[in-house]
């Protein structure tokens, strides 16, 4: 009986750590973003720099060490405000499941493993890596309480995956990186903006500023048009012939420029009835977006 006992607690103990890891290191979050550096390397390889699976490998790797310790940072600092937020208060260090130096431990080990991998690759890689986890936990995450250009800062960050897969391929930063990585700095803000609406009152209830004038207003929908029209034209440049070696054909170029299209209506519905709904198929859609757009970018390169 003692032995059938122990068993069940010890597979108990072993889901209960695996799901607090998924959930400090965000898991969902992570996963997305590694599949935005693996569409940016699968469209950086050529005969230059022919396909490696061990680079892309430990790009999946390393990219996830990078989010999951930059997630772990923010829940860290941000712990005391997480118990505020109905959607936070039961993650792992708030709801008290994971002390602060357990979880700063992980971040740390995540860190320094993530930084190792990516510099295997090559030190750009890392560099870029090194960067991005230092604007999301010490600039980022502090100013969200303060002011919202946190999310014009959070951009940056979250901007670099796209191009770090282009990076690690071919261990160069040029127009071809920085157009990858314009698209998703600009998909930003419809997408953040879109969640700050509709958990706005949430956000409030821990004193964050997730709205570019700080209200569900006009002037806040009129910004998530204006951005989502910059995506666009970002989108589209790849067609145009001046990004080097990332372009993409007409065909693409129209699938692209329809599913820019299919987001800006979204936009619209929420610039008409700014309600939470619309905002939150916005949000949904902005995700669906950006994976099919990579998608489409190296289908295109496949099939020409």
């Known amino acids: 009986m003692k032995a059938v006992l122990s ?64 997630n772990a940072f923010n829940q860290i600092i941000e712990k005391d405000l997480d118990v505020l937020m109905d959607r936070t208060k039961n993650r792992p260090v ?63 960050p979250g901007a670099i995956p796209f191009m770090l897969g282009w990076v690690a391929a071919t261990n160069n930063f040029g127009i071809e990186a920085g157009t990858l990585f314009m698209i998703q700095f600009f998909w930003q803000f419809p997408h953040f903006w879109a969640i700050g609406w509709f958990l706005y009152e949430d956000y409030e209830k821990a004193g964050f500023f997730m709205l570019p004038t700080g209200k569900k207003d006009k002037a806040t929908a009129t910004q998530i048009l204006l951005y989502t029209i910059w995506l666009i034209v970002a989108s589209l440049l790849p067609s145009l012939g001046f990004t080097g070696k990332l372009f993409i054909t ?23 009835s700014r309600e939470a709904k619309a905002a939150r198929t916005l949000m949904l859609v902005s995700v669906s977006y950006i994976t099919l757009l990579q998608i489409i970018y190296i289908a295109d390169k496949f099939l020409r």
């Open 250 to 272: 007409p065909y693409a170029a129209v699938a692209v420029f329809l599913l820019g299209i299919w987001m800006l209506y979204y936009g619209m519905k929420l610039y008409k």
């Open 94 to 156: 708030p709801s008290g499941r994971m002390s602060v130096n357990t979880a700063f431990i992980i971040a740390c080990a995540l860190t320094i493993l993530g930084l190792a991998i990516l510099y295997s690759i090559n030190p750009k890689t890392a560099m870029f890596g090194a960067i991005s986890i230092f604007l999301y936990t010490s600039i980022y995450t502090p100013l969200k309480t303060k002011t919202p250009l946190s999310v014009f800062v959070g951009a940056f």
């Open 7 to 70: 068993t069940t607690t010890n597979n108990f103990s072993l889901k209960s750590l695996y799901t607090d890891f998924t959930e400090i290191t965000k898991a969902r979050l992570a996963v997305s973003v590694v599949f935005s550096s693996i569409a940016g390397y699968l469209l950086g390889f050529d005969s230059e720099n022919p396909f490696q699976w061990s680079v892309l490998i430990m790009l999946c790797i390393g990219g996830y060490c990078m989010v999951g310790a930059s």
